[in-house]
């Protein structure tokens, strides 16, 4: 799968493949989704322990690149399906830069656009995707974080206050 390249505004340099895109540490465009129920809650999945980075670590409903040519929304939108099994209307929050490198030698170095949605119905997780789910109040989830850091992926430990900060000023 190849990802799109961006500069620090979000504007395309360039495609290359995912595998080297993470070997280089180069920045490409991502999206992240945050899904929450009526009571506020949000869901959390539990990456598959099969994942090539972040192995059964816990973060947000969905993440992934959209592909060369693929508008970011519509990618977002369809890979929810792919991961989690439902769909929901999904709205931009915000988005942000964030690099981390990870033990195998891979570095994450993403433009991430945030999008968040409400869902209350069936979850259908993809098992070579997803190991587990389920919704957390965000009180919990910010406890968790700072008790067990070590459970939660790189970039939901970097998006989580940010999202909260958004969620503050936007209720």
Excluded at 8 to 26: F, P, R, S, Y
Excluded at 59 to 87: D, V, W, Y
Excluded at 121 to 139: A, H, Q, T, W
């Amino acid at each position: 799968m190849e990802v799109i390249l961006v500069d620090e505004n979000d504007v395309q340099i360039g495609t290359m493949e995912k595998m080297e895109v993470h070997e280089k540490a180069l920045l490409h465009r991502a999206f992240s989704i945050f899904i929450f129920n009526n009571k506020g809650e949000m869901l959390l999945q539990k990456r598959a322990a099969k994942k090539y980075h972040s192995a059964s670590l816990w973060t947000n409903a969905c993440c992934s690149h959209p592909a060369p040519g693929q508008a970011t929304l519509p990618a977002a939108a369809k890979r929810l399906i792919e991961e989690m099994g439902f769909t929901t209307p999904l709205k931009k929050a915000f988005h942000f830069i964030y690099k981390a490198p990870f033990d195998n030698g891979l570095t994450e170095h993403e433009f991430d656009h945030v999008f968040i949605g409400t869902y209350n119905n069936n979850i259908f997780p993809n098992g070579d995707e997803v190991s587990d789910y389920c919704y957390k109040p965000l009180v919990e989830i910010k406890d968790s974080i700072l008790s067990h850091p070590q459970k939660y992926t790189a970039w939901f430990k970097i998006a989580f206050p940010k999202l909260q900060a958004y969620l503050a000023m936007n209720d």
